[in-house]
Protein backbone atom coordinates (compact mmCIF):
# COMPACT_ATOMS: atom_id res chain seq x y z
CA UNK A 1 0.00 0.00 0.00
CA UNK A 2 1.29 3.19 -1.01
CA UNK A 3 1.98 6.42 1.73
CA UNK A 4 -1.25 8.26 -0.50
CA UNK A 5 -3.71 5.11 -0.05
CA UNK A 6 -2.37 5.10 3.64
CA UNK A 7 -3.24 8.99 4.51
CA UNK A 8 -6.56 8.35 2.18
CA UNK A 9 -7.71 5.46 4.99
CA UNK A 10 -6.54 6.89 7.71
CA UNK A 11 -8.58 10.17 7.02
CA UNK A 12 -11.61 7.78 6.06
CA UNK A 13 -10.75 6.47 9.37
CA UNK A 14 -10.48 10.05 11.33
CA UNK A 15 -13.93 11.13 9.40
CA UNK A 16 -15.84 7.67 10.50
CA UNK A 17 -14.60 8.52 14.10
CA UNK A 18 -15.61 12.46 14.10
CA UNK A 19 -19.14 11.36 12.67
CA UNK A 20 -19.19 8.46 15.55
CA UNK A 21 -18.17 11.36 18.25
CA UNK A 22 -21.04 13.48 16.94
CA UNK A 23 -23.60 10.71 17.12
CA UNK A 24 -22.64 9.75 20.77
CA UNK A 25 -23.22 13.46 21.55
CA UNK A 26 -26.08 13.89 19.99
CA UNK A 27 -27.41 10.71 22.15
CA UNK A 28 -26.12 11.78 25.22
CA UNK A 29 -27.88 15.04 25.17
CA UNK A 30 -30.92 12.97 23.85
CA UNK A 31 -30.81 10.97 27.14
CA UNK A 32 -30.04 13.11 29.55
CA UNK A 33 -32.62 14.39 32.02
CA UNK A 34 -33.73 17.67 29.85
CA UNK A 35 -33.27 15.43 26.59
CA UNK A 36 -36.02 14.85 24.12
CA UNK A 37 -36.71 11.37 24.95
CA UNK A 38 -36.91 12.01 28.38
CA UNK A 39 -39.32 14.57 27.48
CA UNK A 40 -41.09 12.21 25.42
CA UNK A 41 -41.71 9.47 28.23
CA UNK A 42 -42.57 12.01 30.86
CA UNK A 43 -45.16 13.34 28.50
CA UNK A 44 -46.86 9.59 27.96
CA UNK A 45 -46.02 9.16 31.57
CA UNK A 46 -48.37 11.98 32.43
CA UNK A 47 -51.09 10.78 29.52
CA UNK A 48 -50.97 7.52 30.96
CA UNK A 49 -51.18 8.72 34.43
CA UNK A 50 -54.44 10.49 32.90
CA UNK A 51 -56.15 8.07 31.59
CA UNK A 52 -55.86 5.72 34.26
CA UNK A 53 -57.43 8.38 36.99
CA UNK A 54 -60.64 8.34 33.80
CA UNK A 55 -61.26 5.01 34.39
CA UNK A 56 -60.84 4.72 38.16
CA UNK A 57 -63.26 7.32 38.22
CA UNK A 58 -65.80 5.80 35.89
CA UNK A 59 -65.27 2.60 37.52
CA UNK A 60 -66.24 4.16 40.90
CA UNK A 61 -69.77 5.87 39.51
CA UNK A 62 -70.24 1.94 37.53
CA UNK A 63 -70.04 0.32 41.56
CA UNK A 64 -72.07 3.39 42.88
CA UNK A 65 -74.74 2.25 40.28
CA UNK A 66 -74.54 -0.67 40.57
CA UNK A 67 -75.11 -0.71 44.40
CA UNK A 68 -77.92 1.80 44.18
CA UNK A 69 -79.34 -0.78 41.19
CA UNK A 70 -78.77 -3.75 43.52
CA UNK A 71 -80.51 -1.76 46.44
CA UNK A 72 -83.65 -1.00 44.21
CA UNK A 73 -83.98 -4.32 43.32
CA UNK A 74 -84.08 -5.70 47.03
CA UNK A 75 -86.69 -3.19 47.75
CA UNK A 76 -87.97 -4.26 44.58
CA UNK A 77 -88.12 -8.00 46.05
CA UNK A 78 -89.23 -7.35 49.43
CA UNK A 79 -92.19 -5.48 48.26
CA UNK A 80 -93.39 -8.04 45.95
CA UNK A 81 -92.53 -11.30 47.94
CA UNK A 82 -92.80 -9.62 51.11
CA UNK A 83 -89.50 -11.46 52.64
CA UNK A 84 -87.99 -8.65 53.90
CA UNK A 85 -90.98 -8.59 56.66
CA UNK A 86 -90.51 -12.05 58.32
CA UNK A 87 -90.46 -12.16 61.87
CA UNK A 88 -87.67 -13.49 63.51
CA UNK A 89 -89.38 -15.52 66.39
CA UNK A 90 -91.12 -19.07 66.13
CA UNK A 91 -94.43 -17.84 63.68
CA UNK A 92 -91.69 -17.47 61.17
CA UNK A 93 -91.92 -21.36 60.10
CA UNK A 94 -95.66 -20.68 60.18
CA UNK A 95 -95.72 -18.26 57.80
CA UNK A 96 -93.11 -19.03 55.26
CA UNK A 97 -94.79 -21.73 53.49
CA UNK A 98 -97.04 -18.39 52.77
CA UNK A 99 -94.62 -16.30 51.75
CA UNK A 100 -92.51 -19.09 50.03
CA UNK A 101 -96.05 -20.12 47.52
CA UNK A 102 -96.76 -16.17 47.22
CA UNK A 103 -93.36 -16.18 45.83
CA UNK A 104 -93.36 -19.12 43.39
CA UNK A 105 -96.65 -17.83 42.17
CA UNK A 106 -95.18 -14.47 41.09
CA UNK A 107 -92.28 -16.01 39.69
CA UNK A 108 -89.84 -14.45 41.97
CA UNK A 109 -88.42 -18.34 43.01
CA UNK A 110 -88.40 -21.12 40.59
CA UNK A 111 -89.24 -24.74 41.95
CA UNK A 112 -86.15 -26.77 41.56
Request: net charge negative; hydrophobic share 40%; charged share 30%.
Amino acid sequence: MSEAQQNKYINQLRRQLVNAVERIKTLELDLEPEGRITEAFDAMERHIAEKFAAIDKRFDRLEHQFNRLQAKIEVVLEAITGLGDLPEDESLSKNAANYLTNALRFGILREV
